[in-house]
């Protein structure tokens, strides 16, 4: 059901947008309200309340797990496994150059969601290497601007559905089979690989970025398209800022750095830029 434009609601949900774009840099343009009406919907229902007091409460700063729960809400977190295919890029040339040279290599998932992407980093990494010598070469940290996605990720366990086309071979070599205390049968990811992997809560558009170091390898992947022109290209920049020199940027292969200005320079695979 769409909400009429003069009600009480959809000036509610004016505000809660507003205030997601300020304090997130999520942005859902006039067509998508609805989306964001829908998503907000068990927000509702969970707290027993409706979208003016919502925007009330985030105005006013009144109830920080309600803001907690909004933004957990206006976030898509779809993702799997080995999305995309630039994982033999980034084992075969990537990574083996890198690796070639540095000691240990610092690679971000920007966007971890529930961690497929940061464990799908460190299984390539394992396939190169080793498990044996994986902890020293190799430290992975996935973010996200969703608490509760982020529990799931530092969980690691994975429904069956979840793992649908992994190949036969990585789930047997960096999965266990667990039932107990889960509600379908799923699997855990193997603790090798959940030792390289650290997970936390941040922010995009909260700038600067609390990291001592930067990385050799950033993946920001399907999550560009969430921020207006000008937040995707300070985004994007600050991104560079924070790669180490001869570093690459890994974005979607359906998202393009072209209309944006920045020093990242092309790679033979779509979707990855190198720093100079």
């Not at 036969?168 to 799923?186: H, P, R």
Request: hydrophobic share 40%; charged share 25%; proline share 3%.
């Amino acid at each position: 059901m769409v909400i009429p434009a003069e009600s009480e609601d959809h000036r509610a949900l004016e505000k809660i947008s507003a205030w997601l774009q300020q304090r997130t840099g999520i942005f859902y343009p006039p067509a998508k309200m609805v989306t964001l009406q829908h998503k907000l919907f068990k927000v509702c229902l969970q707290h027993r309340t409706t979208l003016p007091q919502i925007a009330s409460c985030l105005i006013n700063g009144t109830d920080r797990a309600l803001c907690l729960q909004v933004i957990a809400a206006a976030s898509t977190n779809h993702t799997a496994f080995f999305r995309e295919e630039i994982w033999d890029y980034f084992k075969d040339h990537i990574l083996r150059e890198l690796l070639a040279t540095q000691k240990q290599l610092r690679i971000w998932s920007a966007a971890a969601s529930s961690g497929e992407e940061a464990y799908t980093i460190a299984m390539c990494a394992a396939e190169l290497v080793g498990l044996a010598t994986l902890k020293q070469k190799i430290a992975i940290l996935g973010t996200d601007i969703n608490f509760k996605v982020l529990k799931r990720a530092e969980e690691g366990i994975y429904t069956s559905e979840q793992l649908d086309g992994l190949e036969k071979d990585i789930l047997q070599k960096y999965f266990t089979f667990v039932s107990s205390n889960f509600e379908k049968k799923g699997y855990i990811i193997l603790d090798k690989l959940r030792e390289v992997c650290l997970f936390r809560r941040l922010n995009l558009k909260k700038r600067p970025w609390p990291f001592k170091k930067r990385f050799h390898v950033i993946f920001c992947r399907n999550v560009l398209y969430y921020f207006d022109k000008k937040e995707r290209e300070e985004i994007i920049n600050a991104l560079w800022d924070q790669t180490e020199p001869g570093g690459y940027l890994v974005v979607s292969v359906t998202e393009s750095l072209a209309q944006i200005k920045c020093n990242w320079q092309k790679t033979p695979q779509i979707g990855v830029y190198r720093k100079g």
